[in-house]
Nanobody, 122 residues
Framework: QVHLVESGGGSVQAGGSLRLSCTVS????MGWFRQAPGKEREGVVS???????RYADSVKGRFTVSRDDGTLRLYLQLNNATPEDTAMYYC????????????????????WGRGTQVTVSS
């Protein structure tokens, strides 16, 4: 059974930073998603076992994904946050490695954490 747990969310002012963490039960192609109230879930970034990643245009240059194979943790560093980044953030495991960094689509992921809330105030 795959068990994903996110942490690190909170409130930050615009321009600030947060680091989200996700504990995983094994390493596969992983992704971070977010969902704001009234909006569809959005793919933020995917990362494969070799550390290659693909970012959504909305977060390129501001967010950084990383992974620690020793501790089985996935991280998302949010820098220069904006109010538009306010959302529930989820980590998820992709069904397959194939196509991991070709896109970040929710339908390709089969295991999800419960999420951690990020709120950015202006």
């Amino acid at each position: 059974q795959v068990h994903l747990v996110e942490s690190g969310g909170g409130s930050v002012q615009a321009g600030g930073s947060l680091r989200l963490s996700c504990t995983v039960s094994g390493y596969h192609c992983m992704g971070w998603f977010r969902q704001a109230p009234g909006k569809e879930r959005e793919g933020v970034v995917s990362i494969d076992g070799a550390g290659r990643s693909r970012y959504a245009d909305s977060v390129k240059g501001r967010f950084t994904v990383s992974r620690d194979d020793g501790t089985l943790r996935l991280y998302l560093q949010l820098n220069n946050a904006t109010p538009e980044d306010t959302a529930m953030y989820y980590c998820a495991r992709r069904r397959t490695f194939y196509g991991c960094t070709e896109g970040v689509t929710a339908e390709d992921y089969d295991y999800w954490g419960r999420g951690t809330q990020v709120t950015v105030s202006s």
